[in-house]
């Protein structure tokens, strides 16, 4: 088995497809990863293909000129067939229309689009309709591959591979020809493939945030799990330490090695043949090695075989990082701490990201798993770009989030009066920022913090609906906020006198959300050399 299902061949990496897991570094962003862990990098030169996916329609990569041209090479084509079949040089043909001989050659070879008289004319010599003539379907397969081949060496894709061209003429065999055009054929079609990967981790997201909303984010399996190993390195609450992570490790007959060639589209590589988890010594916190090394674990205590797709890989992920949440926030240990402040009515965020000290993201992820189930909170909860584009998102509580076609959240700009932009212009980034916000669904309460990153600066927040508030601390804020969004006036049109000021002297240059659209999975673990990979584990396999 290889897990690029579409190759066929096989080799000595098979092996470790099926012995090794790959956490990904942090470098680009994706959506739906939890807890600040950016999941998988995908590096532009990547270039282990095939992910396992269906079909995509055929699309063009001519641009208009471009398939005007193909069209005169395609007549031009007919013109000589048809020619041909009467037995006619381009002497014969010349006499007869009319035309200098190498106008015709010009013609036939799609360098010149004849006029309209010469068409009817040439129609009338070879005894055929105009319609015939100017159709879309060559003649014979060689005319129709010749005429591929054509317009592909004239292509930008072909011109930017610094390839010769091949001359095409009756001399070249029909299976050389069958050959440069299947691989063009492939070639283009893997290309089209990755450009419509971004679409599909689109729907993908949306529709495992479907899953997850209907199971209020809580996934009593994997506590079970989380708390079982718990139990056998005899951990209760509080923050779990570097030492029990280690005490974990060998429960599962791990070893850890730190390492410092790790490739570099990875964070961590698991050798499931030795039973052990590489890492890099890293300058990261100790937060965020606790996480990968649980990550890693996550995938081996799953029981989690290689992805099949996409969806597949995304909902692995919201797996291992459930995984090592409820390890960093045992279930019973944060259920109780939560309880305790819900009687009390003091529930804070930040004091369950101190008690088991983790980060805030980590802390308000976790409390979307346990509020609904534990707690009878329904929640959302986003992390937002200071641009105002949400990178992740999760509701149970009937938020309206903006949404586009596809059911995606992620990539949408928030209303502006939400409590997850307004957080930006608050001047005091250290204590929370709590906000009443009346929206077209209902009155919510959220708190928020902001966050800087390599990728700029991020709020996080949970809001929950007005019926819960009373249970938060922060209840009593005075800000207060009116979203009539999706209605355009509320913060998508500029006001009035602005408008009057402004409207039809601005042009600015779009920005495209890059990070989000990059989105394209490659191989069955997403942004991972392959390659680098297996030389990795092969080279350190016999380390002491
Ligand atoms: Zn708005």
């Given at each position: 088995?290889?897990?690029?299902?579409?190759?066929?061949?096989?080799?000595?990496?098979?092996?470790?497809?099926?012995?090794?897991y790959?956490?990904?570094?942090?470098?680009?962003?994706?959506?739906?990863?939890?807890?600040?862990?950016?999941?998988?990098?995908?590096?532009?030169?990547?270039?282990?293909?095939?992910?396992?996916?269906?079909?995509?329609?055929?699309?063009?990569?001519?641009?208009?000129?471009?398939?005007?041209?193909?069209?005169?090479?395609?007549?031009?084509?007919?013109?000589?067939?048809?020619?041909?079949?009467?037995?006619?040089?381009?002497?014969?043909?010349?006499?007869?229309?009319?035309?200098?001989?190498?106008?015709?050659?010009?013609?036939?070879?799609?360098?010149?689009?004849?006029?309209?008289?010469?068409?009817?004319?040439?129609?009338?010599?070879?005894?055929?309709?105009?319609?015939?003539?100017?159709?879309?379907?060559?003649?014979?397969?060689?005319?129709?591959?010749?005429?591929?081949?054509?317009?592909?060496?004239?292509?930008?894709?072909?011109?930017?591979?610094?390839?010769?061209?091949?001359?095409?003429?009756?001399?070249?065999?029909?299976?050389?020809?069958?050959?440069?055009?299947?691989?063009?054929?492939?070639?283009?079609?893997?290309?089209?493939?990755?450009?419509?990967?971004?679409?599909?981790?689109?729907?993908?997201?949306?529709?495992?945030?479907?899953?997850?909303?209907?199971?209020?984010?809580?996934?009593?399996?994997?506590?079970?799990e989380a708390?079982g190993l718990l139990?056998a390195i005899?951990?209760?609450?509080?923050?779990?330490?570097?030492?029990q992570v280690a005490d974990i490790a060998s429960h599962l007959g791990f070893s850890l090695?730190?390492?410092?060639?790790?490739?570099?589209?990875?964070?961590?590589?698991t050798?499931l043949?030795?039973m052990r988890v590489?890492?890099?010594?890293?300058?990261?916190?100790?937060?965020?090695?606790?996480?990968?090394l649980l990550?890693a674990f996550g995938h081996h205590v799953l029981g989690?075989?290689?992805?099949?797709?996409?969806?597949?890989?995304?909902?692995?992920?919201?797996?291992?990082?459930?995984f090592?949440?409820?390890l960093?926030?045992?279930?019973?240990?944060?259920?109780?701490?939560?309880?305790?402040?819900?009687?009390?009515?003091?529930?804070?965020?930040?004091?369950?990201?101190?008690?088991?000290?983790?980060?805030?993201?980590?802390?308000?992820?976790?409390?979307?798993?346990?509020?609904?189930?534990?707690?009878?909170?329904?929640?959302?909860?986003?992390?937002?770009?200071?641009?105002?584009?949400?990178?992740?998102?999760?509701?149970?509580?009937?938020?309206?989030?903006?949404?586009?076609?596809?059911?995606?959240?992620?990539?949408?700009?928030?209303?502006?009066?939400?409590?997850?932009?307004?957080?930006?212009?608050?001047?005091?980034?250290?204590?929370?920022?709590?906000?009443?916000?009346?929206?077209?669904?209902?009155?919510?309460?959220?708190?928020?913090?902001?966050?800087?990153?390599?990728?700029?600066?991020?709020?996080?927040?949970?809001?929950?609906?007005?019926?819960?508030?009373?249970?938060?601390?922060?209840?009593?804020?005075?800000?207060?906020?009116?979203?009539?969004?999706?209605?355009?006036?509320?913060?998508?049109?500029?006001?009035?006198?602005?408008?009057?000021?402004?409207?039809?002297?601005?042009?600015?240059?779009?920005?495209?959300?890059?990070?989000?659209?990059?989105?394209?999975?490659?191989?069955?673990?997403?942004?991972?050399?392959?390659?680098?990979?297996?030389?990795?584990?092969?080279?350190?396999?016999?380390?002491?």
């Amino acid at each position: 088995m290889r897990f690029t299902h579409q190759r066929g061949s096989q080799d000595n990496s098979a092996f470790f497809a099926k012995n090794a897991y790959f956490g990904v570094l942090l470098t680009t962003y994706s959506p739906l990863c939890w807890k600040g862990l950016h999941f998988f990098a995908y590096s532009k030169n990547v270039s282990t293909p095939t992910w396992n996916r269906p079909a995509t329609p055929e699309k063009s990569v001519l641009s208009p000129e471009d398939a005007e041209q193909l069209d005169i090479i395609s007549l031009g084509r007919r013109i000589r067939h048809l020619r041909k079949a009467k037995s006619m040089t381009l002497d014969d043909l010349s006499a007869a229309v009319g035309t200098a001989p190498s106008q015709l050659s010009l013609m036939e070879n799609g360098k010149r689009e004849p006029k309209l008289s010469m068409l009817k004319a040439l129609a009338t010599i070879f005894g055929v309709g105009l319609d015939e003539l100017l159709g879309a379907a060559p003649p014979t397969r060689r005319a129709a591959l010749e005429i591929e081949l054509e317009r592909a060496q004239r292509g930008p894709l072909y011109q930017s591979l610094d390839l010769p061209k091949v001359r095409i003429s009756s001399r070249l065999p029909m299976d050389v020809l069958e050959s440069l055009v299947g691989l063009q054929g492939e070639l283009e079609r893997r290309l089209n493939e990755q450009s419509a990967t971004p679409e599909e981790a689109r729907r993908a997201n949306a529709e495992l945030r479907g899953e997850m909303k209907e199971r209020n984010n809580y996934f009593p399996a994997i506590e079970k799990e989380a708390a079982g190993l718990l139990k056998a390195i005899g951990h209760t609450s509080g923050p779990l330490s570097h030492h029990q992570v280690a005490d974990i490790a060998s429960h599962l007959g791990f070893s850890l090695h730190n390492v410092s060639d790790l490739p570099h589209s990875t964070r961590s590589v698991t050798d499931l043949k030795n039973m052990r988890v590489y890492l890099t010594q890293s300058q990261r916190s100790e937060h965020s090695t606790r996480s990968v090394l649980l990550q890693a674990f996550g995938h081996h205590v799953l029981g989690h075989a290689p992805p099949t797709d996409y969806a597949d890989f995304l909902r692995q992920r919201v797996a291992t990082n459930y995984f090592a949440a409820s390890l960093m926030m045992p279930e019973k240990a944060t259920v109780d701490f939560l309880q305790k402040a819900k009687n009390a009515r003091e529930l804070a965020v930040e004091d369950i990201r101190d008690a088991f000290s983790v980060s805030y993201e980590t802390a308000a992820h976790r409390f979307t798993n346990l509020a609904t189930e534990h707690l009878g909170i329904t929640v959302h909860f986003q992390k937002v770009h200071e641009s105002g584009i949400i990178h992740k998102a999760y509701e149970n509580d009937g938020v309206n989030f903006p949404m586009d076609h596809t059911g995606s959240i992620e990539g949408q700009a928030v209303c502006r009066h939400w409590t997850s932009r307004e957080v930006f212009d608050v001047a005091d980034q250290f204590s929370a920022y709590n906000q009443y916000t009346d929206t077209t669904a209902g009155t919510f309460w959220c708190t928020a913090r902001t966050e800087r990153s390599t990728a700029g600066k991020f709020s996080l927040s949970i809001g929950v609906p007005y019926v819960h508030v009373k249970w938060f601390r922060g209840r009593d804020t005075t800000e207060r906020s009116i979203s009539t969004c999706p209605d355009e006036s509320c913060c998508r049109r500029p006001p009035l006198d602005l408008q009057k000021q402004w409207a039809g002297q601005a042009w600015p240059s779009a920005r495209a959300q890059t990070h989000l659209l990059a989105a394209m999975p490659q191989g069955a673990f997403p942004g991972v050399d392959e390659t680098e990979v297996y030389s990795f584990l092969a080279h350190h396999a016999g380390d002491k």
